[in-house]
């Protein structure tokens, strides 16, 4: 299966999954993720809310989802950096603001559970590279064979033709019109690569998880936003979490996920705060900006939630006992 047809596939099929009986108001559990292959991905994840799981549980299980699907988007399947390698990076942070993280992740498939690992096995936040492998495996994570995936291996060979790096991700496929356009390139495949999802358990819990294989094409060794805490991924169990995409290293220089969460401690709704830091990350380079994606989701104690991006195409799906849905984010340009 492709990733068009994975994603395709999975929008589909969930959107048909009936509601568990909850009051149409109810805000918790509810769970908020990245792009429309979210959709599979809350599903994994409301698994464990709806039967009163830990929020922290539910995120990673939502993460390994998408991790496991090997022809798509993140994970092992995911594009490779410039010389041809799939390095991976995610996070997880949990309500008492634990968290662990691991960057240039070779051929481990499920790095949202080593970064798990790192934040209850070691007195560390980050491990990177070769240390954060040899940690995995210590742990009982198999080593992978490194192989690209089909369409990853079919890009790549693609790319390497020209071999320029021109980090635009995540602005739709002009072509593709309707609030709900994935965002594909014009042979199909979708050019975004990043996982994200928050969530409010039962007993009003925050956590959050990121995944990817970070921007396609990459310098070996780079790290983007997604695995940083306060960039990719903050939670702040008294006001609320959030989670990004898009440029990472646009997130790092503003800390943007920090700020979101900053914002709504201000008294500020989801989508006001993630609007906010994206006219902050516009600010700096207005011209700029034009040319790039960033998108922030965000979910506050309450279970309110909202998005915002600087352009136009980025969407988020939302589970909770009143809603399984796809909405597109709000944007400023
Ligand atoms: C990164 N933020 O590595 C990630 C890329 C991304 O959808 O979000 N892609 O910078």
């Given amino acids: 299966?492709?990733?068009?047809?994975?994603?395709?596939?999975?929008?589909?099929?969930?959107?048909?999954?009936?509601?568990?009986?909850?009051?149409p108001s109810a805000q918790?559990?509810?769970?908020?993720?990245?792009?429309?292959?979210?959709?599979?991905?809350?599903?994994?994840?409301?698994?464990?809310?709806?039967?009163?799981?830990?929020?922290?549980?539910?995120?990673?299980?939502?993460?390994?989802?998408?991790?496991?699907?090997?022809?798509?988007?993140?994970g092992l399947g995911g594009y490779p950096d410039r010389d041809g390698i799939v390095t991976l990076d995610a996070c997880i942070m949990?309500?008492?603001?634990?968290?662990?993280?691991?960057?240039?992740?070779?051929?481990?498939?499920?790095?949202?559970?080593v970064a798990r690992k790192v934040m209850e096995k070691t007195p560390h936040v980050i491990l990177?590279?070769?240390?954060?492998?040899?940690?995995?495996?210590?742990?009982?994570?198999?080593?992978?064979?490194?192989?690209?995936?089909?369409d990853a291996e079919h890009a790549y060979r693609d790319w390497l033709k020209k071999s320029t790096y021109s980090p635009v991700i995540n602005i739709e496929n002009k072509k593709q019109?309707?609030?709900?356009?994935?965002?594909?390139?014009?042979?199909?495949?979708?050019?975004?690569?990043?996982?994200?999802?928050?969530?409010?358990?039962?007993?009003?819990?925050?956590?959050?998880?990121?995944?990817?294989?970070?921007?396609?094409?990459?310098?070996?060794?780079?790290?983007?936003?997604?695995?940083?805490i306060g960039a990719g991924l903050f939670v702040d169990n008294e006001v609320g979490a959030a989670t990004s995409s898009g440029v990472g290293e646009e997130?790092?220089?503003?800390?943007?996920?920090?700020?979101?969460?900053?914002?709504m401690r201000q008294g500020m709704s989801p989508e006001q705060a993630c609007k906010k830091a994206v006219e902050r990350i516009v600010k700096r380079d207005p011209v700029k900006a034009k040319t790039l994606q960033v998108g922030f989701l965000a979910l506050n104690k309450k279970g309110q939630y909202g998005a915002y991006a600087i352009q136009k195409g980025f969407v988020y799906s939302v589970r909770s006992g009143s809603e399984n849905k796809i909405h597109p984010s709000k944007f400023l340009i």
Avoid: Y
């Avoid at 429309?36 to 989802?65: F, P, Q, T, Y």
């Avoid at 603001?97 to 949202?112: D, F, S, T």
């Avoid at 495949?189 to 094409?217: E, I």
């Fill in 1 to 23: 299966m492709n990733r068009k047809k994975f994603l395709q596939l999975s929008s589909l099929g969930l959107s048909a999954v009936s509601l568990p009986s909850f009051s």
């Fill in 28 to 74: 918790k559990p509810i769970v908020i993720s990245t792009w429309d292959s979210g959709m599979a991905v809350n599903a994994a994840a409301w698994d464990i809310l709806s039967a009163n799981g830990k929020s922290v549980d539910a995120v990673e299980e939502g993460a390994r989802h998408i991790e496991n699907e090997l022809n798509c988007c993140v």
């Fill in 94 to 113: 949990d309500e008492h603001a634990n968290c662990g993280a691991v960057a240039g992740l070779e051929q481990i498939r499920h790095p949202v559970s």
């Fill in 128 to 150: 990177v590279g070769n240390g954060a492998q040899q940690f995995a495996i210590e742990n009982g994570f198999p080593k992978e064979p490194a192989k690209l995936s089909d």
């Fill in 177 to 228: 019109n309707g609030p709900f356009a994935p965002n594909f390139f014009d042979d199909g495949t979708p050019n975004h690569d990043t996982m994200g999802l928050v969530a409010l358990d039962a007993s009003g819990d925050l956590s959050g998880a990121v995944t990817t294989s970070g921007m396609a094409f990459k310098v070996h060794g780079r790290v983007g936003d997604s695995p940083i």
């Fill in 251 to 263: 997130v790092i220089r503003i800390c943007g996920t920090h700020l979101v969460v900053e914002f």
